[in-house]
């Protein structure tokens, strides 16, 4: 079974801190793994992903995001946050494949993250 | 270039009508998807289509009824709608490459009374 846990309902950071939120996974095999943003009243917008090759994985808007498997997390950060950043963050996993084929993603909860001027 | 819409973008119905939701999208992706948006649960898939003509359940299908006719048409019928499924409605596409990442629609909010 696949699933992602998000263990912060809400983060606060001040501007200009670096920020993070955690994600961590559960998959059989190897993980693609995504980030999305929503903000209020919008659709969820990617963020980045990772697949394979390099652990840091960077994104749009100065995010980036690590994966580690011996943790099997893929927190998401930035170095420095803007108010900007304030939104509701999902992580999602599937299991990787080289095939083509049902690519339904598993979200978690849902991290809201609050940038304080 | 529109993407994928979604329409109503907000709906009030009463217990027991069935309600249609509308997706479209213009990439011509082969894989669409409907996810519904509550607190606490983040989101769950209720459908998806790897193609025209091709569906299969998600993680919350019941009550729920699904059509894709045409690459570019999802719709979400709740045949009697019930309080349990007010709720934010999302539609997203994506290629076949299971790398991909999917696209989301602006949503729909759904108010059963």
């Known amino acids: 079974a696949q699933s992602v846990a998000q263990p912060e309902d809400q983060v606060n950071v001040a501007e200009g801190n670096p920020l993070t939120v955690k994600c961590t996974y559960s998959v059989s095999g190897n993980p693609y793994l995504f980030w999305y943003v929503q903000y209020p009243n919008r659709g969820l917008q990617f963020l980045l992903k990772y697949i394979t090759g390099d652990n840091l994985v960077k994104g749009s808007y100065g995010f980036e995001a690590e994966f580690n498997k011996s943790q099997t997390s893929f927190h998401l950060k930035k170095p420095s946050a803007l108010v900007s950043d304030s939104a509701l963050y999902f992580c999602a996993v599937r299991e990787g494949s080289d095939q083509t084929g049902a690519n339904n993603l598993f979200f978690g909860t849902g991290t809201r993250l609050t940038v304080i001027p | 270039d529109a993407g994928i819409t979604q329409s109503p973008r907000y709906k009030i119905t009463e217990t027991g009508r069935q309600v249609t939701l509308m997706c479209h999208q213009t990439?011509?992706?082969?894989?669409m998807f409907w996810y519904r948006q509550d607190l606490g649960h983040g989101l769950r898939l209720i459908y998806y289509s790897a193609a025209a003509d091709i569906t299969d359940k998600g993680e919350v299908p019941d009550g729920y009824v699904v059509s894709r006719s045409k690459t570019e048409n999802f719709p979400l019928t709740l045949e009697s709608a019930t309080r349990s499924q007010t709720s934010v409605y999302f539609c997203?596409?994506?290629?076949?490459?299971?790398?991909?990442?999917?696209?989301f629609g602006p949503g729909t909010r759904l108010t059963v009374t």
């Open positions: 990439w011509s992706h082969s894989y």
């Open positions: 997203a596409s994506s290629t076949g490459f299971s790398s991909n990442e999917q696209y």
